[in-house]
């Protein structure tokens, strides 16, 4: 198998290789212009004559469960990361394959975590061959160093969904972290001592995966209501101590920012939205849970009180504003991806309009649509921007690849995408000649907002039309790259060897739109 | 096309085609004896690009929608029953085949009604080719004395959802009848004027159709919620003046049986099932709309409640008495299939423990287990029953196709399946030694309770010796035969033409249990 093969120039100028862990690849062609032919994955077909009669699915322990569902060598392992850094399962499969002597595994998770760190003796000692998916911290440390025996392959959250429904991922053994869930698979995220809200992230692996096994701390009575996860694609359950540590899964990021730059940030974003005419009765948007992010929330939520209007919906990353916001009747339905916090999570239990989504109806690509190409205002951060506008939220600049993509390629799709991001961080700029690794074109990237002024991408003229007459500090994104650079000097490139890639990025239709290369130390 | 072919005998001894209407067909094997292999069916991938970005995916009305479509000749058009005989839209649907000069539809309805009278004449000009689905009333006369171009192929809904999921029928056109539904094609059945509950005999259509069709009278704004139908699936959405006509959709059969004969049925039925040992704190049960079904239900409730108990589930159709078991806590929860009055639909909308299910969940044999193997006691009906058990839904003695099979070959495989019938029906005995067409095979077929005695099925040795020392009027089931036979006579058999069959009725598995025969006069 080829870690990677022939490269070539792709759509935004960026090199990629052709071949990934020995698969032919497609380059980024630009948004909306490559064309997916054939058909989706088509799952082996079941009979419930091999099922237990009873509903009865349970196994006695993942280990079981694992040797049953034909754990082997080579095999795609998918996990979820609803319980984010409160994860225990995944490091336990990864236990087990070891015990086993499996080898050569794909971890794919839908995020990985600090607290994923003791897979990295898995990755050195063969058990995992490579992962797909994000690599946040101390995993994505290592992978930058070239220290993984295959390609890193990051996707966004739809992006995850469009490759395992169109087969580009296949998925041997689903395992499914359950806050609630009975003997029949059925699964729900919303109630249980350790209830993180939805499983949305573990649909498409529900339904894709040949084998799923669904592990629970609160085995409950058939049924388990809502069924987020359907117990009809589920094969075994299992009881475990403890699904996911509770304090953890909790955002700790779920504050409203203190900084007064932030804060400044924050309120001329808001502002923006206002004056470019982009809030109004029924219009919808999506917040970030990041500290600057939360505060604009909190100002749209000051806006509507103040007219008297109430927004279509909101889509969350759900949180405590955001569910007072629902409380108050100042938006109709919160759209959930990803709860954040345990507000979040009561609300979703108790509210019929806090709604549990999927990255199949939010974020999808490869569907009829999704929900994201209609929301009037997204805001999102990234590490970096250039002056195309294209953005990076998965490496810093000094090469290393620390961060997932998260749903963030996704929600570019808005009507107005917006980043507040402040001018520097620790004396770096954050506006750039080029980003280091594009994760976003410039093309889906309308407004970047920092402590100094406000840059709009020239393709919108119309929101430069729309605050023409404002008192807005309307820069051009040049001018505001010359202030970064007058403050903090022209900033270094970052130091990597361009023939040695550790990962891909993945564009939402599943094309590759830059590679992150091995950092030389 | 051949419409059929080269017949076998199928391990019911019964005289089946195996080929229909041009495709190869396995012949009923026993239960669970038929492996499935191979995979699901894989619908084309779809690209958000080629969708409306605002997700407004209205057109001006249903014709324009379905030359859009790409409707041509010899296509399989789907629509589902949830407005029952109040249906509007199949007649719209062929009404602009037929303008538009198509032929050789095939029609695949969930359950057609006689409401649906008038495509007679669209069977009669080759508008539509053959019906696949039930065929009550006229539909089912006209296609009994062999009128019908092609075979009709009755399936359960379970059978329905199998055969979409496995690709026995691919769906070209997908039209969906939504009480209430968003620009986007987020659906739910539950609210607007035309309510009907659910949804769920659609889903697979959504899935798997290459085209979906949302029709409404009732667009909302974005996001129809509950979307019962994922908008994510849908193509495109037209409004309609009417969808459906309410006070027909509200079945006309739920009321409580008046009938001495049958409350003495629906009595002594309920009687068993508490002698038997069947009824405990937290079983389930599944008990249809009919007059007596009905009356066991609240024979149930009375139980419950003498004894302090609960029940874990009550599968539905909902109605009105299941909604007053559910919010007077003799029931934890309602697993419904099918609203069959506005009680049930307000519940659906109000109870959160009152869940809409589809037959995927419920019903879908070819799936990871189905949750119907688990309902401790199943209420059904039967035109016919022989002296082994076997039972008939579709057919009267006469040999017309007057039925559709609805999901009594999926409820089968509760844990005890009771049916309660009368020994003869306008002095036509209903036990016999053979039935004019097996519908369900013997083997799951538990209890007779008639007005003179119960039949236990011998291979439940099990329900025979707990009912051994009770007063219950337990005889064979020869007696029962015996004496509608000394009140009736011998039955004669149908004057039926075994050359020529009009229809075959396919098994959960999508294999044939049995064939129609055209009725000579």
Redesign the interface.
């Known amino acids: 198998m080829k870690k990677f093969d022939k490269f070539v120039t792709n759509a935004v100028g960026r090199k990629v290789p052709t071949i990934v862990n020995g698969k032919e690849q497609v380059p980024f062609m630009g948004v ?2 490559y ?21 009865n ?1 349970t196994q006695p322990d993942l280990k079981t469960a694992l040797i049953k569902a034909g754990l082997k060598d080579g095999m795609t392992i998918s996990t979820h990361h609803h319980f984010r850094n409160g994860d225990v399962l995944a490091v336990q499969i990864f236990d087990i394959a070891k015990e086993l002597g499996v080898k050569d595994l794909v971890w794919f998770p839908s995020a990985s975590f600090p607290c994923h760190q003791p897979l990295i003796k898995y990755l050195e000692d063969g058990t995992i061959h490579h992962i797909e998916g994000s690599m946040n911290g101390a995993l994505g440390r290592h992978a930058s160093y070239g220290k993984m025996a295959g390609l890193g392959v990051l996707r966004s959250h739809g992006g995850r969904y469009q490759a395992v ?2 087969g580009d991922v296949h998925i041997d053994i689903a395992v499914i972290a359950a806050p609630s869930a009975d003997a ?2 059925n699964a729900t995220g919303d109630r249980g001592p350790a209830a993180c809200g939805l499983l949305g992230f573990a649909l498409a692996d529900s339904q894709y995966a040949d084998k ?1 096994i669904v592990a629970t701390d609160n085995l409950v ?3 388990c ?3 987020q996860i ?6 075994y359950v299992v009881t475990v101590d403890q699904i996911g540590i509770p304090e953890k899964i909790v955002s700790g990021t779920t504050k409203i920012t203190r900084s007064p730059d932030r804060l400044h940030i924050a309120e001329l974003s808001a502002q923006f939205c206002e004056e470019a005419g982009l809030i109004y009765d ?1 219009f919808s948007f999506q917040a970030g849970a990041g500290g600057t992010s939360l505060s604009i929330g909190v100002y749209f939520a000051e806006i509507l009180k103040k007219k008297g209007w109430t927004a ?2 909101a889509r969350g990353g759900s949180n405590k504003y955001l569910v007072e916001m629902l409380e108050q009747g100042l938006t109709k ?1 919160i ?1 959930d991806g990803q709860t954040f916090d345990l507000e979040g999570v009561r609300s979703m239990r108790e509210n ?2 806090h ?1 549990n989504t999927s990255p ?2 939010s974020y ?8 994201g ?2 929301v009037d205002i997204v805001i999102v951060g990234a590490t970096e921007v250039d002056v195309n506008f294209n953005a990076n939220v998965v490496t810093h600049s000094d090469g290393l690849l620390l961060h997932g993509i998260g749903g963030w390629q996704n929600t570019l ?1 808005g009507k107005c995408t917006i980043l507040p991001i402040p001018l520097f961080r620790d004396r770096i700029p954050v506006i750039l000649d080029d980003v280091t690794t594009i994760t976003g074109p410039g093309d889906l990237i309308d407004v970047i907002v920092t402590e100094r002024g406000i840059a709009i991408n020239p393709k919108r003229t119309d929101l430069l039309e729309a605050v023409k007459d404002s008192k807005l500090p309307i820069k051009t994104i040049e001018e505001l790259k010359a202030e970064a650079e007058a403050i903090c000097g022209k900033p270094k490139k970052a130091r990597v060897d361009e023939n040695e890639p550790v990962a891909v990025i993945k564009w939402v ?1 599943g094309t590759i739109i830059d590679t992150v290369w091995k950092v030389v130390e």
């Open positions: 909306g212009k064309r997916p032919t054939g058909n989706k994955a088509a799952p082996p077909i079941a009979t419930a004559a091999d099922y237990p009669e009873d509903g699915k429904q169109d029949f698979g799923v009575p058939f049924p209501i809502p069924w359907q117990g009809n694609y589920v094969d029924g279509a919906f339905f759209l019929w309009n709604v199949f109806t999808n690509y490869h569907g009829k649509g999704f929900f190409t209609f799709f239709d």
